[in-house]
């Protein structure tokens, strides 16, 4: 599976401001994915970011909140906006694996975001 | 509203004992499915992936699929303490999307 690292790997912020994560993957993948999970939470998914086009997002989330780039097929980045203590939380990007299955999903080692 | 349920326990089992978690799901399309094992403070692992009815076994885990019933199971033989995490189902439900819908999670406790 690919290798995948996170920056930051935590970070505490102050209400209204932004904070952007990356996600790097040794290899290059078609598909990579930006999940939350809140606190004692599962995982919700983002916003779905695919090399040279718009990132699709979930119902609930936004462009303007969480915007995203995919400026090549093994980086992205995922912007925490105007931020909110509701926002705390990891965020996690993911990758498919590439042999095994096309839809198999391998994860990062998440960011956590505290929110003040 | 496509779904993923999961008991969330804890599911306590003694050590040595065989753990049965289960998992159901909505969408009846769905083809592929995926347990992920979330230690505390960590990212989900991936520890199967089923695809087909039936059984699949790697190792110590087992992974049980049946479509009619629109549910998948994860057995893990020979519980350790080691093994005490969430495990988490999840499920592709739009193959065009190709994105994971989460169950909430099973907290597995192995007693020592």
């Known amino acids: 599976s690919a290798v995948i690292s996170q920056k930051p790997s935590r970070d505490i912020c102050q209400r209204g401001t932004s904070l952007t994560i990356q996600c790097q993957v040794d290899?290059?993948?078609?598909?990579m994915f930006w999940y939350r999970q809140q606190p004692g939470q599962s995982l919700t998914l983002i916003a779905t970011?695919?090399?040279?086009?718009?990132?699709?997002?979930e119902s609930g989330f936004v462009i303007d909140k969480f915007p995203i780039s995919r400026p090549n097929l093994t980086f992205s980045t995922l912007t925490v906006s105007n931020m909110s203590p509701e926002d705390s939380s990891i965020y996690l990007c993911s990758v498919e694996g590439s042999s095994d299955s096309t839809d198999t999903q391998y994860f990062g080692p998440g960011t956590r975001l505290t929110v003040l | 509203q496509k779904e993923v349920e999961q008991n969330s326990g804890p599911l306590s089992v003694p050590e040595g004992a065989i753990a049965s978690l289960n998992c159901t799901y909505s969408?009846?399309?769905?083809?592929?499915f995926f347990w992920y094992r979330q230690y505390s403070g960590k990212s989900p692992e991936l520890i199967m992936s089923?695809?087909?009815?039936g059984d699949k076994e790697d190792g110590r885990f087992t992974a049980q699929l049946n479509k009619a019933s629109q549910y998948v199971s994860l057995l893990i033989r020979d519980s350790q303490p080691s093994d005490s995490a969430t495990y988490l189902c999840?499920?592709?439900?739009?193959?065009?999307?190709?994105?994971?819908?989460f169950g909430s999670g099973t907290r597995l406790q192995v007693q020592p």
């Open positions: 089923i695809y087909s009815n």
């Open positions: 999840a499920v592709v439900m739009d193959t065009g999307r190709r994105a994971l819908t």
């Open positions: 969408d009846r399309v769905s083809q592929s």
């Open positions: 290899s290059q993948v078609t598909m």
């Open positions: 970011a695919n090399q040279g086009s718009e990132a699709t997002y």
